[in-house]
């Protein structure tokens, strides 16, 4: 079984408050530059009024998606780490580099 089949079950669960859209497995780079697993799960946004998600979710998915993994993916010899990614990223934060400029 691969990661992707392993954690493909948390597909559109909710825990706590934060709902996981999608789920994504990338192979690339670490930051010491070994390759490695990047389990991405696709939030839906923040509860109404908050910034972000409750740490208490994330670390709740971050120990399911081990959990999974452990279970069902045997012999898993890769780095692999568990990241965030919002639904609705905002590509307009205020950073005058990240704008988008009319020519």
């Known amino acids: ?3 992707l089949d392993a954690i493909q079950p948390m597909k559109h669960q909710t825990v706590g408050n934060t709902i996981v859209r999608d789920i ?3 192979r690339q780079p670490d930051s ?3 390759e490695a697993d990047f389990v991405v799960l696709v939030l839906a946004d923040p509860p109404e009024g908050e910034d972000t998600w ?3 979710d994330l ?3 971050r120990q399911a998606v081990r959990e999974a993994i452990a279970e069902r993916v ?3 010899d890769a780095t692999w780490y568990v990241v965030f990614e919002p ?3 905002d590509l307009d934060d205020g950073d005058p580099q ?3 400029f009319d020519e």
């Open 32 to 34: 010491v530059g070994d």
């Open 1 to 3: 079984m691969t990661v």
């Open 59 to 61: 670390r709740s998915l």
């Open 24 to 26: 994504h497995v990338e």
């Open 98 to 100: 990240l704008g988008f």
């Open 54 to 56: 409750p740490l208490e």
């Open 87 to 89: 639904e609705h990223p």
């Open 74 to 76: 045997k012999d898993l």
